[in-house]
């Protein structure tokens, strides 16, 4: 049973992420919708990281909040995103069993 | 240029695989909970490798939902996707075929990555690719490792460490929205339509949630001045 699962997820997941490259590839699209194409990045980053980083530390949605906008100076001085997710990472796990939160 | 492309796929692909790891390892435990055989979480992620898709999955199982439910709330979930591919698909200049592979590895984290047009460089095909089976690669370990060691890995901690993450957005997100404040607005408009969508409809999907903020404040986002040249 769970092998069916996993078959009917496999095709619900794969299909919708194949069939813009089958058929949007070389589309002409209006000039408006390529604008529109072009804001889906940021608009899509926005929704990523607010609200649901309040939740990304189980029970603590200050520390989460805090680690987020730790995350945002840094990336004001640091170019490299590795340093910042191993930054962030190690600021939850340092602060994470203070009851201060 | 393959040179240029291969360490675009390794610069990239590596924050993404710290990001994935606990995460990954968060997922092969809760699937061990919820009575999973280490083959099945670990199939999930192979198969199915869709972050938010698996974790509801297996708290569905888990709950004793039925198959077709399950498989329904997932195509919800993750049809954004199909936007986001949509965008790739324009961008990567690839094939029909190689697209149909690449495609597999369309993941939240990969689309921002390879879709910011802030980016020093354009990403080749290549350069996907590598950055890709990175993550994928950490994502299969992780969840391999979560399930196996499930009574060893205390998950409160290792659930926290989802934070990196988010930091990887926000490290993306800062320095496009600091060279066009059309970024910025959209990206703070968009958080802020998905955190009302999701407090006034609470049974909405997060899936949907994410789809209507993505369309309509974008839409918003052609309106603005200067959009034009932007790109």
Known sequence: ????????????????????????????LPVWVQKWLKFFPYAALGALIFPGILTAVPGKPVLAAGAGILAA?????????????????????LFQNLSIW | MRRSALR???????PIALGYLPVAVTFGILGNQSGL?????????????AGASQFLAVKMIADGIGTLEIILATLILNFRHFLMSTVLARRLGVSRLEGAALSYWVTDETFVVASLHAAAEEPKPL????????AYLSWLTGTFAGGMFAELIPVRIVDGMGIGLYALF???????????????????????????????????SEGWVLIAATLGVSALGTLLPGAEEES
Not at chain 1, 5 to 28: C, H, K, N, Q, S
Not at chain 2, 42 to 49: E, L, R
Request: overall charge positive.
């Open chain 2, 8 to 14: 675009w796929g390794f610069s990239n692909g590596l």
């Open chain 2, 170 to 204: 926000i490290a993306l997100l800062v320095p496009s929205a600091r060279k066009h404040w059309q970024f910025a607005l959209v990206a703070a408009a968009s958080a802020l339509t998905a955190w009302g969508l999701s407090r006034l409809l609470p049974g909405l």
């Open chain 1, 1 to 28: 049973m769970i092998w069916l699962l996993l078959g009917g997820m496999f095709l619900v997941t794969y299909i919708p992420r194949l069939l813009p490259f089958l058929f949007a590839r070389e589309l002409d």
């Open chain 1, 73 to 93: 100076l840094c990336a004001l001085f640091i170019r490299n995103i590795t340093v910042i997710v191993v930054l962030a990472i190690a600021v939850v796990l």
């Open chain 2, 127 to 134: 350069g996907f690719l590598i950055m890709a089976l990175m």
């Open chain 2, 37 to 49: 055989s280490v083959a099945a979480v670990t199939g999930m992620s192979a198969w199915v490798y």
